[in-house]
């Protein structure tokens, strides 16, 4: 069970900027400033803000690093911010990481329990093992063993950060990749 | 320039339990607590407490996860805890790294520049090339694009693990590693 096969489905459902409706380009407008962009530390002040005003979901605020990883993830421009569309579709990607972390809170203590946590995952489309479930609760977890939201959605984000570097480089789906030190350590410390 | 070869030269110096001073035995027992080993909490709290005293270098405090790196690096026996011997070859390096630190903070500004932060890494015996500067710069400079302590020792300590996971999984020193989707996840969601 610790070597079982791991494996991702991840909908890759993007919302372009035709997408998106009058009301989120007006709340988009309003949060992205002159540039028009959304940098890693305006995501984090949105983030705060947003469950700062929820008493049912414990956090102890989004780091940067959190917010660069979801940055990174959305920015099919390779800008290093984050355009209308690309906001609206990580948008879409919070609502229902929020949706399956209420969904499995089941004794409602605003935080993951360890067993919570692996049926959010399941729910979320990663297939993983007992091996990387204790290496995600080594890492991510808080020293009550519990993970609270931003770390829930930093270790989602993440998983399908290296998930899609996998995909990409075993191009020919041989089910492994090769990698010399340069490009390891351009994914590694990613 | 962006693909020139890197490296790493690190000294492995380890020091045992037997190496340890009687001071440095006393105040390792004050700070273990009852189990005379050191958590990644526990030392989150001691990195915290010795850069609060200094006014010459800026921090905006030890992450767990900066701490939790440490002591991965670190623990030799794999108990996820850091005892005397492994505390005190942390500590040699962490006084390392300061020294390192305040030798390249030339204009004294508490912290590290981007071309400092190039020497510095040089000094402490890493090659890199421009790409990999350029994603260590993005991910642990604040908005300001410099890097303080707290995120210099992240940062320093994570290349270190990168470069020796690589090592040992390229034990034919062929330059290069296969991996399967499993052993991706477990070194790259370390």
């Known amino acids: 069970p610790c070597d079982d096969p791991v494996n991702a489905e991840l909908d890759d459902e993007t919302v372009s ?3 998106v409706d009058a009301g989120f380009r007006g709340l988009f407008t309003k949060l992205a400033g002159d540039d028009m962009e959304i940098s890693a530390v305006e995501l984090r002040t949105i983030m705060n803000k947003i469950v700062a005003k929820r008493s049912d979901i414990k956090t ?5 690093e959190t917010c660069r990883i979801m940055v990174n993830l959305m920015d099919d421009s390779g ?23 209420k969904k499995n809170d089941t ?8 067993p919570e946590m692996r049926v959010a995952f399941k729910d979320a489309g990663f297939t993983l093992n007992n091996n990387i479930y204790q ?9 009550d063993m519990t993970i609270d939201f931003d770390n829930f959605v930093a270790c ?11 995909k990409t480089l075993d191009a020919h789906e041989n089910g492994s990749i090769e ?12």
């Open 60 to 64: 102890d605020g989004f780091s940067l």
């Open 179 to 190: 990698l010399d030190l340069n490009q390891w350590l351009n994914f590694a410390m990613i």
């Open 156 to 166: 989602l984000m993440r998983l399908e950060m290296m998930f899609k570097v996998f």
């Open 135 to 143: 290496l995600l609760v080594a890492r991510y977890s808080d020293p």
């Open 17 to 19: 900027d035709d997408d």
């Open 107 to 114: 004794d409602d203590s605003g935080t993951m329990s360890t």
């Open 79 to 101: 800008n290093g911010k984050l355009g209308l569309g690309e906001f609206a579709t990580l948008w879409k990607k919070v609502q229902r990481y929020l949706g399956i972390y």
